[in-house]
């Protein structure tokens, strides 16, 4: 597109343009939700009905598949401990992540490069194949079967996406900003408080619910680290793939909801900071 | 104050590092051993000739190299076209993000479980064709003779569950350009596709990068979509590496394999890094 | 702090210290046998409520149960208790971690069982704890495509194909179903009834003229087979929704089918060719690590596990037949009377040529799985020639015989040391 034709856009373009905007909004709205909804029908159906074919495309909401769930032994406990786990995950990776993701954005230091590849591997190597020596050593310091101990794995898992995208959104906010505030009287951390945090709340925010989710939807560590205190995926998941269809499927919709509430519940620290980003 | 700019960084750093150094790099250490050891004792590169000359290596590598090279780029449009879209929006805005951000929530898992009741035989998609008439009776998608079609639905499972986690990152990003650059640029009649190029994609590089990176690197990894969705029919690097860990009770040529994949992460990490340069102090 | 909530606060620490109290005192079952969540909600409140001291019974995937099994080794203490899996798990371990269980005082009725449960010692390695089988089992309205002078408690391996392929032109569609997904057990179709049907051995035959002849029939059942079934695991599955009419699994993955729609359903048992009807048996057992927390508690736990009520209950649990001689009630579910039957018809067949379980293989038992599970993707899906694929495969069999020195077992004719590949 020229300019000319962008100035010179008739109000007929701009309206069929708004259009197909909305439509497109949509339509990935209508991409993320329908397969969640599929989830819901499968929850809210009869065993029968899970298996019949052509499916029905409305659920008949019969409740025996949550029920089920309802009567198991512990699941309260399990979601206690899922909770109390992520929590600790959260702000162990956003507390020990952060400095290293302003770190990284401000200062030129030796030894800059070996320490991003270090975050990065972290990512890059699966964790059930460190479990074994992890749990070694967990059961020989007694952290073994703690929410602390699992929050501990579940954090080393969080804290690439806690430093690199503090890094990146740092990395967005202009040295120029804080060294006005520096001029103005301000120390080093004064700034950083009264100026820079402020506009990386939402960077936060991102990193807190990545954090949150990891450690919600981890299995394999919970699996082998808690025994007493499992958490809910543990307690669920990992026997779910060879559950019957209409378990799975409930016991699948039961481990999304809580999330969800979650991220419905910070939605607000991630998305609402525009206005002050906006400055 | 600028005193302390020298050692400052590396205090910094340091709680990342000594966890790291912890919880990370010592059983990485241990597992490493393990892939560098023989029977014999001693060092050796056995476990990888091993894992390397079994006949579903190639494919397996071939597979997931695939998978990322076709998802990734479709999720970075997406996520690129999603957050600009949301940038722009006056109403609804907390609403139709809260919407686009539900598939962080899901864990692979149930995301597998939940792409295998659209595409199975007698599932949600084949209902749909049949509902409109289109099929008389359901059609089999997911088998050895539609290898095609069995990529397809797990780049679409795929793109549904993790196009949240760049989408969460650039929107963060664009938050932070400043609307004045976008104000200059209204007085000065450029278009919005010019004030993309311009204006968000530069300023957005940082926050592209991690995106990208931290995506491929999870695209490596990818495993329970992949079983749910593609069965025995669709061997992935990960998927193996399980199977020597789990199956085969084989620790030296699992971790063989993780350190292949850790190899293969590094290699496109660092081209990405290098594309996306980021001017200032970012590069590795 | 008010008053009232300071005191709601020192109950519920109160109450929380005794909850700690109590889960201690629970000896815990770390298992791999009846995963599912509703077979182990049954373990729970129907097989192990009735263990005076209490039990945590804790299924888990093949992963992360060893993992934790093995860290608790090497730590060299521990909280589990109890071990409960298969036959094949067991043999992967080093015998020193496992105790010695031979003056338990409670063992199996089979003499066979037993001896498979010295793991090649002279200990009791586990206790055989509970048994089962793979057999077939059918769609009603598939009976009506039955070949004709078919006898269903009979079948051949032709006739078998040959009713699949009625199915198919009367349906349309390829309808019987074969456990070839990831977590399916396909390898044991192929070790104990394939295998022994065709070539009346495993390892020594395992590339022979006849073994030829069973990939090609197979091959021919295949193209009757629900091409899909690469992404099926529990056949029950695909009885339910109607995937596949004719299916073959272990007893306790088509459970579901029977339980569920009790009418629609019959099992009967698998073919038979030239040489006889194999089959293979299934064997669960418990344990005691060697770092269980109490001892007595775990063993009290073993013995009770092999009671004739507790195993009974199990039955009615997880679909897993007693391994001690007892009473079958006549009230059990839809499932187990149907299995039971059919496995009943199998063992007793004038042409039965039962199999024992890969013996003597160690942790080496998932590379013997493999060379049957590679040599069924290249011949079947990939479209390699058999003899080929036989020949190619035929020296990692032989590698690993060597490797682990294992002898021959049944129907494979005995043999002096490691058993040969011919």
């Known amino acids: 597109m020229t300019d000319a034709t962008a100035v010179g856009m008739s109000a007929d373009t701009r309206k069929s343009g708004r259009y197909l905007y909305i439509a497109s909004v949509a339509f990935l709205c209508a991409w993320v939700i329908v397969p969640i909804y599929f989830l819901l029908i499968n929850t809210l159906s009869s065993p029968e009905a899970v298996n019949s074919f052509p499916k029905s495309f409305v659920p008949e909401f019969d409740f025996s598949s949550l029920q089920f769930f309802a009567g198991f032994e512990g699941m309260l406990t399990a979601l206690k401990n899922s909770v109390i786990v992520a929590l600790m995950t959260m702000v162990m990776s956003i507390i020990i992540g952060a ?12 030894g800059k490069g070996l320490f991003r590849l270090l975050i990065l591997l972290t990512r890059a190597f699966p964790l059930p194949l460190l479990a074994l020596p992890l749990a070694v050593m967990f059961i020989q310091t007694g952290l073994d079967d703690t929410a602390f101990g699992l929050a501990l794995v579940h954090t080393t898992l969080a804290i690439p996406f806690a430093v690199l995208i503090t890094f990146s959104l740092f990395s967005g906010i202009p040295i120029e900003l804080e060294e006005a505030a520096w001029t103005l009287g301000c120390t080093r951390l004064t700034a950083f408080t009264k100026v820079v945090l402020p506009l990386i709340l939402p960077g936060i925010t991102a990193s807190a619910i990545f954090a949150f989710v990891i450690s919600w939807n981890e299995v394999f560590a919970a699996a082998v680290l808690t025994i007493e205190n499992r958490t809910l995926t543990a307690f669920l998941l990992q026997n779910l793939d060879t559950s019957p269809l209409h378990l799975k499927f409930a016991g699948g919709f039961i481990l999304v909801v809580p999330a969800l509430i979650f991220i419905f519940a ?12 906006n400055r | 104050m600028l005193l302390n700019a020298r050692i400052l960084p590396y205090v910094l750093i340091l709680p990342v590092t000594l966890f790291l150094c912890l919880f990370f790099i010592y059983p990485f250490v241990l597992v490493s051993q393990q892939a560098f050891g023989s029977s014999e004792g001693g060092w050796s590169l056995d476990n990888f000739r091993e894992v390397v000359d079994y006949w579903k290596f190639p494919i397996s590598l071939k597979n997931t190299l695939l998978l990322a090279a076709a998802v990734v780029p479709i999720q970075l449009a997406l996520a690129l076209l999603m957050a600009t879209m949301v940038s722009k929006m006056e109403k609804g805005r907390d609403m139709v993000l809260y919407i686009w951000t539900i598939p962080l929530g899901i864990s692979d898992l149930a995301a597998g479980i939940i792409w295998l009741a659209i595409f199975e035989q007698s599932g949600f998609l084949n209902s749909m064709l049949n509902g409109m008439g289109v099929i008389d009776k359901p059609v089999n998608f997911l088998t050895y003779q539609n290898p095609w079609i069995v990529f397809v639905a797990i780049a679409l499972a795929e793109i549904w569950r993790a196009t949240a986690i760049m989408l969460v990152i650039l929107v963060a990003g664009i938050g932070l350009i400043p609307k004045e650059y976008y104000e200059a640029a209204d007085v000065f009649g450029a278009s919005k596709w010019k004030q993309f190029t311009r204006i968000t994609f530069p300023m957005l590089r940082p926050s592209l990068q991690t995106a990208l990176v931290l995506r491929v690197i999870l695209a490596f990894e990818i495993f329970a979509v992949v079983a749910a969705l593609g069965g025995t029919l669709f061997p992935v690097l990960m998927g193996e ?10 620790s030296g040529a699992a971790a063989a394999m993780a350190l292949i994949i850790l190899a293969i992460s590094i290699g496109f990490t660092l081209i990405i890094l290098r594309i996306l340069r980021v001017p200032k102090g970012a590069s590795i | 702090m008010t008053l009232r909530s300071k005191f709601t606060g020192a109950v519920s620490g109160i109450a929380l210290s005794c909850v700690a109290v109590a889960a201690q005192a629970e000896t815990l079952f770390w298992s791999t046998q009846a995963k599912p969540v509703e077979e182990a909600q049954a373990m729970r ?7 005076a001291d209490g039990v945590d019974y804790q299924p888990n995937d093949g992963g992360p149960w060893i993992t934790r099994l093995n860290a608790e080794l090497q730590a060299g203490s521990g909280s589990i208790g109890v071990l409960g899996a298969l036959h094949g798990d067991y043999s992967a371990m080093d015998p020193a971690t496992l105790v010695d269980l031979s003056d338990l005082g409670a063992m199996s009725s089979s003499d066979t069982f037993n001896n498979l449960a010295k793991l090649g010692t002279d200990q009791m390695q586990y206790i055989p704890w509970m048994q089962a089988s793979y057999i077939m089992a059918a769609n009603k309205e598939a009976l009506q495509y039955l070949p004709e002078g078919a006898d269903i408690d009979a079948l051949s391996y032709d006739q078998l194909i040959a009713w699949a392929a009625n199915v198919q032109e009367a349906t349309g569609e390829a309808k019987f179903g074969f456990p070839a997904g990831p977590d399916g057990l396909k390898h044991r179709f192929f070790q104990g009834y394939l295998y022994p049907s065709y070539t009346n051995g495993v390892v020594r035959t395992f ?10 029939k197979f091959a021919e059942l295949w193209s009757h087979t629900n091409p899909a079934s690469t992404n099926f695991s529990f056949m029950q599955e695909q009885l339910l929704s109607g995937d ?15 339980n569920e729609r009790p009418d629609d359903f019959v099992a009967f048992p698998a073919p038979a060719g030239p040489s006889g009807r194999g089959f293979m048996p299934v064997l669960a057992g418990v344990a005691i690590p060697s770092t269980a927390p109490d001892m007595d508690a775990a063993k009290a736990l073993v013995s009770y596990m092999l009671k004739p009520e507790t195993q009974i209950a199990t039955l009615r649990a997880t679909s897993f037949f007693p391994v001690v001689d007892v009473e079958l009630p006549d009230d059990l579910p839809p499932s187990v009377q149907a299995a039971g039957a059919a496995v009943a018809k199998m063992s007793g067949a004038a042409d039965a040529n039962p199999g024992l379980l890969p013996a003597g293989l160690g942790d080496k038992g998932g590379d013997f ?18 003899r080929m694929v036989l020949d190619d495969q035929k020296g990692t069999l032989a590698g690993i015989m060597e490797e682990t020195g294992a002898p021959c077992w049944a129907p494979d004719a005995p043999s002096d040391g490691a058993c040969p590949v011919e």
């Open chain 1, 99 to 110: 400095p290293a993701g302003y770190a990284l954005s401000r200062f030129e230091f030796p």
């Open chain 1, 266 to 277: 910070v939605r607000k620290y991630l998305f609402a900071m525009w206005g002050i980003a």
């Open chain 2, 241 to 250: 590496t399980y199977a020597y860990q789990f199956d085969l009770l084989n």
């Open chain 3, 45 to 51: 409140e129907q097989v192990l409520s009735g263990f």
């Open chain 3, 207 to 216: 590339a022979s003229d006849e073994a030829v002849v069973a990939w090609e």
């Open chain 3, 244 to 258: 596949a009419w004719i299916v073959f699994d272990h007893t306790s993955r088509l459970a579901g089918a029977f």
């Open chain 3, 369 to 386: 799985n493999r060379v049957f599970v590679d040599t069924f993707e290249r011949i079947i899906l990939g479209g390699q020639d058999i």
